[in-house]
């Protein structure tokens, strides 16, 4: 069961206004990863549904964040079916992320009342994904589907509309201020935060380190 409620998930997200992406098939390099992470001041958290025996990897995770971190909001991610949003929400996923849109997720998740948030390419789908109770729907692949222009032509007609683009986002003050001048509620990022070198060589502190500055350069364009 999830310990956080989707209206406590949103605020998080929208507050942070980053929201790291991962997996790794050891689970001690997850562990550390997200405690990087946390340290770093994010509290919510996006785990990759990829490779055998995810799901039971995102359960012992789930447990040892509950005990060790609790206020971390830990979500899946690259989830594509309603049986398999099943299979994380028993294990107490606070959040699913979907790179596509599918109106049968939507009812596991709000049945569960858990924060479902739908891939979407256009106009329509966002649409679409708000009627079937998305508060924040994900642009995927965000810079191949127009990039910040796109926010910028979405929020126009429809300025109500929460937006987390993943895919293209770079962690730097001049990619950064493009996505949130644009009007995204937050982004997430993957390997470009948390990289091949970096999981590599177990440099914890200097993930840390560089989420701490991502936060830094998220609040300066966060209107709360």
């Known amino acids: 069961m999830a310990r956080f409620s989707r209206i406590d998930v949103v605020l998080k997200m929208r507050e942070t206004g980053v929201v790291p992406i991962f997996y790794n098939k ?23 549904n990829r490779g055998d025996f995810a799901s039971e990897m995102f359960s012992e995770i789930n447990q040892w964040a509950a005990k060790d971190i609790p206020d971390m909001i830990l979500g899946v991610g690259s989830v594509v079916d309603p049986g398999t949003a099943a299979i994380y929400i028993q294990s107490g996923a606070n959040f699913i992320v979907s790179p596509i849109l599918n109106p049968e ?9 858990i924060l479902w948030i739908p ?14 109770g998305a508060e924040i729907v994900k642009i995927f692949p965000g810079f191949s589907i127009g990039g910040p222009d796109f926010v910028k032509a979405v929020k126009g007609p429809c300025p109500w509309t929460s937006i987390m683009p993943t895919g293209g986002v770079e962690p730097t003050l001049e990619n950064l201020s493009e996505w949130f001048e644009a009007g995204v509620t937050c982004v997430g990022i993957g390997s470009n935060l948390i990289t091949k070198d970096i999981v590599q060589k177990k440099d914890w502190k200097g993930l840390t380190a560089k989420v701490a500055g991502v936060v830094k350069i998220a609040r300066m364009f966060k209107i709360e």
Do not use: H, P
């Not at 405690?35 to 990759?48: D, H, L, R, S, W």
């Not at 997720?105 to 009342?113: E, H, L, S, T, Y």
């Not at 649409?127 to 079937?132: I, K, P, R, S, T």
């Open 26 to 48: 050891d689970i001690e390099i997850c562990k550390n990863v997200i405690q990087a992470v946390y340290n770093g001041g994010i509290k919510v958290f996006e785990f990759t």
């Open 119 to 132: 891939g979407c390419g256009s106009l329509s789908e966002i649409n679409n994904a708000e009627e079937l």
């Open 105 to 113: 997720m939507a009812k596991i998740c709000n049945r569960r009342k």
